[in-house]
């Protein structure tokens, strides 16, 4: 069979890949060993980053939203010895420092993966995706023209594949990137974890004090074998005689690890595959999941035409950065934890976490810097300047009466905004969008879209007479703060170069 990308792996980063590329009307084929979507919690929650890249789904944030509702409004985190500890130690609660929500149009999502992958994996296949679960990966071979992959059925069935690009997302033991030989780096494996599913009454223990997700530290946890995984629910619950169901459990590691290179040839690496973090700061499974979308709107604009080959090293050059920078700041937070004397050459913690989440930027060909910019990984999202390889601010804007955001006009495709007296840049979009065969769409700031709270101009970094381009991830690719003698001519001219077609 052919199909124009294979996915291996269907966690986070495989599935959200598969629904973005499905959306897009690219033809995908995903498979996975395990017979489902996780049975596990696993991660918990998805930032608002990530919730931005996947709402353009229709219906998707909507149905994500509706998973856990309103667990997302407040999350607390607790240490305790166990759940009937009288002094847990908070170590993070929203309530008490809220995210500044008004960052963002997208929610910041209280729910568990497993149930996250089942709305994903219910929506690429409403899409057309084809998932097929019990099925691994075996090898694969590519050339110039193409990647011929073995997938093997679980009765042995072995189907040839033939992909034009494949992207493995198959995990922190990646087949895919040990038969690529690609090298990687980091602390390596930190320890080992077991997870225990069970079902058992806690309503008495836990509903009063709302907390999302407990740390529990027992003396018998650590270092001590414990024969019977009832025993060990009943010590971390702290009620001996509980009873309690074990429905599922898992052994897996926490682990520091970082694929050298995101891209070989036609593989791509996404999710732990590229970058295996420890859990502490909660941001592996959203990086996961942008990781995937990012990869859905390069891999369409290639497919498609509207963009070179070449297009597609953009991702390397601009998520490895980040996919590091995620992974040293979990580290950073488990060394917090510990002792002193065991954080060694642990990363220090990053001064201002939630740019990390909202305010993390792009530097490649396919981002037009201007002169003096200092090339920095992160900025205040607070205090958007809407500099190229930032991420678009959120402005609130009224379309024919509605109320929308920025981020609504974004996803589909480029879009080109222009301020009140760009009027010529709207013209020149839609002459370039014709010329090119590009999806692009121009908007006027002060012509069907209206500026509510007239903070447009300062959080793009434009005049009246400017433009701003805006990549489908959200980030702004190239501005020109004021008007141009050749619009069109100098559109055409940006627009060839970030896509690699000149």
Known sequence: MRVPVLIVGGGYAGLSAATMLAWRGVPVLLVERHASTSLQPKAFGVNMRAMELLRPVPGLEKELSGIWQGIGDSMRIAVASSLTDPEPNILFDTSAVPFPTHLSPAPDLGAPQAEV??????KAEELGADLRFSTEFVSLEQDDDGVTALIRAEDGTETTVLADYVIAADGYRSRLRSQLGIPTS????????QAIMFDADLSALVNER????WYLQHPEFTGVFITGREKLVRLGVGVPDLDVTVLDTAAFPTAHVLADRYREGRVFLAGDAAHT????GGQGGSTALQDGCDLAWRLWLVITGQAGPRFLDSYDAERRPIGKLTADAQLANLGFRMPPAQRVDYPAPLEDPFAALLGYRYHSFAILAEPGDDGSLLEDPRNPDGRPGGRAAHVVLDWDGRRISTHDLFGSGFVLLAGPYGQAWVDAGRAVRDQLGLRLAPHRIGGELLDVDEVWLERYGVSKSGAVLVRPDGFIAWRSPGADLDPAGTLERVLLQI????
């Open 277 to 280: 973090m420890p859990p502490t």
């Open 210 to 213: 709302e907390v999302t997700l």
């Open 499 to 502: 896509l690699a077609l000149g």
């Open 117 to 122: 992958e089942r709305v994903l994996r219910a």
């Open 186 to 193: 980091g602390r390596g494996v930190l320890n080992h974890l």
